[in-house]
Nanobody, 118 residues
Framework: QVQLVESGGGSVQAGGSLRLSCTVRGDIFSINSVGWYRQAPGKQRELVASITRSGSTNYLNSVKGRFTISRDGAMIMVYLQMNTLEPEDTAVYYC????????????WGQGTQVTVSS
């Protein structure tokens, strides 16, 4: 079994930065991909960024060049560095993990709130 714990959310003004952290606990070697999703009020959950154990990354178009996903070597910690934040980035951000690099997402964290004010 795997547990995911997010941290690092908060409130920031537009143009500011935040770094989210996802701690992967349990059977970490069964995980081959970790992603960050977000869900804004009244909107569907969307995949913001993902990273595989081999280091391949994928980003939502609207965050390319502003957000960076990274991980430590053992994939115990996965980070989402968010720069030049915009009010449209306001959402609850969730960490997700998959046993397969191509998904589906098998485990989810509880989420952390990110609020960007203009």
């Amino acid at each position: 079994q795997v547990q995911l714990v997010e941290s690092g959310g908060g409130s920031v003004q537009a143009g500011g930065s935040l770094r989210l952290s996802c701690t992967v606990r349990g059977d970490i070697f069964s995980i081959n991909s970790v992603g960050w999703y977000r869900q804004a009020p009244g909107k569907q959950r969307e995949l913001v960024a993902s990273i595989t154990r081999s280091g391949s990354t994928n980003y939502l178009n609207s965050v390319k060049g502003r957000f960076t996903i990274s991980r430590d070597g053992a994939m115990i910690m996965v980070y989402l560095q968010m720069n030049t934040l915009e009010p449209e980035d306001t959402a609850v951000y969730y960490c997700a993990a998959a046993r397969r690099s191509s998904g589906p997402w098998d485990f989810w964290g509880q989420g952390t709130q990110v609020t960007v004010s203009s």
